[in-house]
């Protein structure tokens, strides 16, 4: 376990943000600017996509970040069938009580990976709308919380438009980056192939920061004020 970040302590938040990176690093290979914008979009608050060609390691970064912190991780397969409630959660019945229960869906994580997002009905994709915005669902009436940090990781592919929908711009905004990752170098993909680590180190991969940690961060970065000359 690690300790309690203070956010009052700028040299002990440099030291840990550096650790994040590194441990992140450890798995995800070469691509240090991904890894920067992944984590400025973390400690603002905000919601990353990645527009990007398969096999460039979207989701070993998703995974490594959520390992990193501590916190839960769910993905959803973006697909033309899906529908609302697979992503928000739908009530069920239970005869026991005779009452319904809601039964939450993947939205309700910490890091949720929204993969190929563009594959989805708009129907589907307006259900990220209130989520992203205000970090709570409405279900049969009522305004359900999701826990914090939230963060959603989105892909789509660039180059494939047959059998998409494209974002609309309301969509787009609730997005503070979209960034490409590219293809490793010549050594960075050798070493990939040497290791395999979404295959090894991933699922191995130890927290250095915590839930509150990150809350710690993410108010520090309130605090931050730029003077404009």
């Not at 397969?77 to 939450?104: C, E």
């Amino acid at each position: 376990m690690t300790s309690t970040l203070s956010s009052k302590d700028p040299a002990e938040l440099l030291e840990r943000l550096q650790s994040l990176r590194l441990n992140i690093e450890s798995v995800f290979i070469g691509k240090t600017e991904a890894i920067t914008q992944m984590l400025i979009g973390l400690f603002a608050r905000g919601h990353v996509l990645i527009e990007d060609v398969p096999g460039v390691g979207k989701t070993v970064l998703a995974k490594a970040v959520a390992k990193s912190i501590d916190c839960t991780f769910s993905r959803v397969q973006m697909t033309p069938d899906l529908l609302p409630s697979d992503i928000l959660g739908v009530s069920v019945y239970n005869d026991n009580t005779g009452a319904f229960v809601f039964k939450h869906g993947p939205i309700f994580a910490n890091i949720v990976l929204a993969d190929e997002i563009n594959r989805t009905t708009p129907r589907s994709q307006s259900a990220l709308l209130e989520v992203m915005d205000e970090a709570q669902v409405s279900v049969e009436g009522k305004a359900v919380p999701i826990e914090r940090p939230f963060m959603v990781i989105a892909t789509q592919n660039p180059f494939e438009f047959e059998g998409t929908y494209f974002l609309p711009e309301n969509q787009l905004d609730r997005f503070i980056l979209r960034i490409r990752i590219g293809y490793p170098s010549r050594e960075d993909e050798r070493q990939i192939l040497r290791e395999q680590p979404d295959r090894t180190a991933l699922e191995s991969l130890a927290p250095v920061m915590g839930a509150k940690d990150v809350l710690a961060v993410q108010a520090a970065v309130d605090s931050v004020r730029v003077t404009m000359c």
